[in-house]
């Protein structure tokens, strides 16, 4: 197996996470915060396609897909355009509402396709790149994929717990 079939197995992997997630869903329970504080899943699934597409879009040398897509202006979050949810307080997060999925799955679409664009392209030698000398050691293009869909993964297991969590809505 090629290391870019690897990436593109792997990446497509969250698309059916995200899917299973947002089968049936309703808005009451996509965002619904689970004690009133905890992360909804519009939330969740937003913040896991923002991070996964400005890191790739920083790999790949390109836009993200949120600001060159036209996404900020499209969800009309009351949040920066830079803004991924790292940090986010809880009116942050309050602000991360959607009542249709449409825009969360086109979005969620978008993203994927950079990814697989990108990771359809890399070699072996590729993933030996260093992309970050803050970090000791340097952290390489393989490091920074493999921590890409670490947190991709996570945050589509939450939003599937989150949706089997029972809930007055």
């Not at 947002?22 to 699934?45: C, E, F, H, Q, V």
């Not at 009309?76 to 825009?103: C, I, K, N, P, W």
Request: a negative charge; one cysteine or more.
């Amino acid at each position: 197996m090629e290391t870019s079939e690897l990436l593109v197995d792997a990446f497509g992997r969250i698309d059916g996470i995200v899917s299973g997630v947002l089968d049936g869903l309703t808005s009451a329970k996509a965002n619904w915060r689970p004690g009133g504080t905890g992360n909804s899943i519009t939330w969740l699934l937003w913040h896991l396609n923002r991070a996964q597409d400005e890191q790739v879009a920083q790999l790949a040398g390109h836009a993200s897909v949120w600001s060159g897509g036209g996404y900020a202006a499209k969800f009309g979050f009351d949040l920066g355009t830079s803004d991924h949810g790292y940090g986010h307080t809880s009116a942050q997060v309050d602000a991360v509402r959607v009542d249709s999925f449409e825009l969360l799955r086109e979005y969620h679409d978008a993203v994927l396709a950079q990814s697989l664009d990108y990771v359809r392209g890399l070699s072996s030698a590729d993933l030996d790149r260093v992309v970050d000398r803050r970090w000791n050691p340097p952290v390489t293009t393989g490091v920074r994929l493999v921590s890409i869909l670490d947190d991709c993964v996570q945050h589509g297991g939450q939003a599937a717990y989150v949706k089997g969590l029972p809930h007055a809505v």
